[in-house]
Structures are given as C-alpha cells and as structure tokens.
C-alpha cells in the first residue's frame, strides 16, 4: 500500500481530469486524499481544484476572526469562508473598509488579530508571490504609465505558464487592441486587460475590486457575461467588490451570488444575496424601492 501511495504522489504532480463518473471509484478517492494530506514536492500548492475535478472542504480563501487595519482596526472580528466556485459581492458605503480587505492580502494593510488563511496555509506564511498565483487582485488604481503594448503585458503576466495567450485575447475581446499601447485604452478596455492578466495568471479565485469603474451600462453588461463565462466555464471563484447591485440585476450571476455586508468596520450581514436585499437601507443610511423584475426582486 505504501508503494501505490508514493506513485500516486508522483503521478498526480501532473494535471488530473476524474470525472462526475469516475469520482467515486477508490482510485479517485485515494487521489483526493493524497491531495488533501500530502504536501507536494513540485509546488508549494496542489495544483488548483478546478484542474484537478476534485472538491475539497478546505476553502480557497478564509479570515478567521481576523482584525485588519493600518495600525489602528478598521475592520474587526471578520469570520468568512470563500469556497470553490463561490460567487460573492462585497458592498459597503464608502469608508466601510471594502478596499482593505484587498490590501492584507497584498500585504499593504495589517492583520492585527486572527487568522487569514489561503488553501488552509496562513498568509503570513506566505511570500507576496504565493499568495497573487493563488488570489488574483485587481485593484482600483489608475493604469501604469508604461510603453507597453496589451500583449507584452499578458505575456510578462504569463511568466514560466504554458498559458494560449492567443486564446485569452479572444476570450476578453482584446485582439483589436493586442497591438495598442496601454495608455492608448479606453477604460473598459484596460479593465479586460487586467482580467485578462489574471486569467493568464491562472488564479483561481479572482477578488475584483470595483470592476465597473470607468464603464457605461454596455461596458457593465459586456463585463458582468465574460465573469459568468469564466465561472461558468473556467471554474473560477468570484469576489466583486461594489457600491451597488445595479451592474448585476438581470444577470446569471445575480442568482449565483451571496453577499458580505459591511458597515462602520463590521460584517452587517452575511449570506444569500436574496435575503441580504433586506439589509440595504440599514447598510447605506437611504431607502430603496424593491421592486419585482425578470423574476427577481431587486432594489432601486
């Protein structure tokens, strides 16, 4: 028995396809153990859930009572489990401390009390590398000014991947600009960019920090369609950061989506986005109007 766990250990540091059909077999059920109990030697990380076909009940992505801030608190006792193909939407008012949650990760703001953990492993534990190959951050930040054009920065983005740069230029639209200098793009256009370069990166959970910045109603829809297809398709684990749910409503991902609440440093609620619609007045200090709409009640 010991032989046959030490080849699989082996075997699996290559990609794994084990189908709805084959994923209760005891070959299957050994692979998911070994994946789950034994660090690999090719890589800090197993290979992502997504290319595997495995589920697992750690999650991608989890704060465990975690206090963060920039020496003094601005969001306490967070407790938020992200798992595999989850679709979740961070609202809050301006000041809630939204962005900070984005900036521990990148170690840019301070965890002051608990645990943030990715794959079960601590972040403090982890170098700034490590953690963006397994959460992809978009931040809201203006575009560098550099002399470079869409397809070099994907291809910098790609590193040492064996990553169809061609293919993610189809996928976000991009091969009309492949050739344009980044600081030639139009907003939206930048925006698919750094998607892009997330996608070339091959994260597996994508946190976007308000993605709808700089876009039109269009731009909004056409951005909301490509992140279901990358979830739909391309398995990935969703986090929206966002002033308001009008960029969702009518879309597939509204009905995928939970929601985290925060206001005044604090979760205000936590959960499914259709229980969450109750919480909006509390949240931002304003009415809304609910009103019934392609099936959905939304607020206005």
Same mark, same amino acid.
């Given at each position: 028995?010991?032989?046959?766990?030490?080849?699989?250990?082996?075997?699996?540091?290559?990609? /794994?396809?084990?189908?709805?059909?084959?994923?209760?077999?005891?070959?299957?059920?050994?692979?998911? =153990?070994?994946?789950? !109990?034994?660090?690999?030697?090719?890589? #800090?990380?197993?290979?992502?859930?997504?290319? #595997?076909?495995?589920?697992?009940?750690? %999650?991608?992505?989890?704060?465990?009572?975690?206090?963060?801030?920039?020496?003094?608190?601005? *969001?306490?006792?967070?407790?938020?489990? *992200?798992?595999?193909?989850?679709?979740?939407?961070?609202?809050?008012?301006?000041?809630?401390?939204?962005?900070?949650?984005? !900036?521990?990760? +990148?170690?840019?703001?301070?965890?002051?009390?608990?645990? /943030? #953990?990715?794959?079960?492993?601590?972040? &403090?534990?982890?170098?700034?590398?490590?953690?963006?190959?397994?959460?992809?951050?978009?931040?809201?930040?203006?575009?560098?000014?550099? %002399?470079?054009?869409?397809?070099?920065?994907?291809? &910098?983005?790609?590193?040492?991947?064996?990553?169809?740069?061609?293919? /993610?230029?189809?996928?976000?639209?991009? !091969?009309?600009?492949?050739?344009?200098?980044?600081?030639?793009?139009?907003?939206?256009? =930048?925006?698919?960019?750094?998607?892009?370069?997330?996608?070339?990166? !091959?994260? %597996?959970? =994508?946190?976007?920090? @308000? %993605?709808?910045?700089?876009?039109?109603?269009?731009?909004?829809?056409?951005?909301?369609?490509?992140?279901?297809? @990358? =979830?739909?398709? $391309? $398995?990935?684990? +969703?986090?929206?950061?966002?002033?308001?749910?009008?960029?969702?409503?009518?879309?597939?991902?509204?009905?995928?989506?939970?929601? +985290?609440?925060?206001?005044?440093?604090?979760?205000?609620?936590?959960?499914?986005?259709? @229980?969450?619609? &109750?919480?909006?007045?509390?949240?931002?200090? #304003?009415?809304?109007?609910?009103?019934?709409?392609?099936?959905?009640?939304?607020?206005?």
């Amino acid at each position: 028995m010991i032989s046959c766990i030490t080849f699989i250990v082996s075997f699996t540091t290559k990609r /794994i396809k084990i189908s709805d059909k084959n994923i209760d077999s005891f070959v299957a059920k050994v692979k998911m =153990w070994v994946y789950n !109990n034994v660090q690999l030697e090719s890589s #800090r990380f197993p290979p992502p859930l997504y290319e #595997r076909g495995l589920s697992s009940k750690t %999650p991608l992505l989890s704060f465990d009572q975690a206090t963060i801030g920039y020496g003094k608190p601005l *969001i306490s006792s967070l407790s938020w489990d *992200i798992n595999e193909q989850d679709v979740w939407i961070v609202l809050g008012p301006n000041g809630a401390g939204k962005s900070t949650l984005s !900036n521990v990760l +990148l170690n840019e703001a301070d965890l002051l009390q608990g645990e /943030i #953990r990715m794959r079960g492993q601590s972040i &403090q534990h982890l170098s700034l590398l490590e953690r963006v190959e397994n959460v992809g951050i978009a931040l809201q930040q203006t575009r560098p000014d550099l %002399p470079f054009t869409v397809e070099e920065i994907l291809a &910098q983005s790609q590193g040492e991947r064996a990553i169809d740069i061609a293919d /993610i230029l189809s996928r976000f639209d991009l !091969n009309a600009v492949k050739n344009h200098p980044i600081t030639q793009l139009s907003g939206g256009q =930048w925006q698919r960019v750094v998607l892009a370069s997330i996608a070339v990166q !091959n994260s %597996p959970v =994508w946190w976007l920090d @308000e %993605p709808f910045t700089w876009m039109d109603p269009g731009q909004h829809d056409r951005l909301v369609k490509l992140l279901y297809t @990358e =979830w739909s398709r $391309h $398995h990935r684990t +969703l986090v929206i950061v966002a002033h308001d749910l009008t960029p969702f409503y009518g879309s597939a991902l509204y009905d995928q989506a939970k929601v +985290l609440m925060i206001k005044d440093g604090h979760v205000y609620y936590q959960g499914s986005l259709s @229980e969450g619609l &109750q919480h909006m007045e509390a949240v931002f200090d #304003r009415s809304f109007e609910r009103i019934a709409w392609n099936g959905r009640t939304v607020v206005v």
